[in-house]
């Protein structure tokens, strides 16, 4: 699921998923910038 840059847009899970993924990611840059600073 991860390796999959543009997932099919016809269904809603993947989308919700990706939306998921990509908020979890920021999550982590923004842990890992107040970890750092």
């Known amino acids: 699921l ?3 840059i543009n997932p099919p847009p016809l269904s809603p899970s993947l989308r919700v998923r990706e939306c998921v993924y990509t908020v979890n990611r920021l999550i982590v840059k ?3 910038s107040h970890i750092t600073l």
């Open 2 to 4: 991860l390796h999959r």
């Open 30 to 32: 923004i842990s890992i």
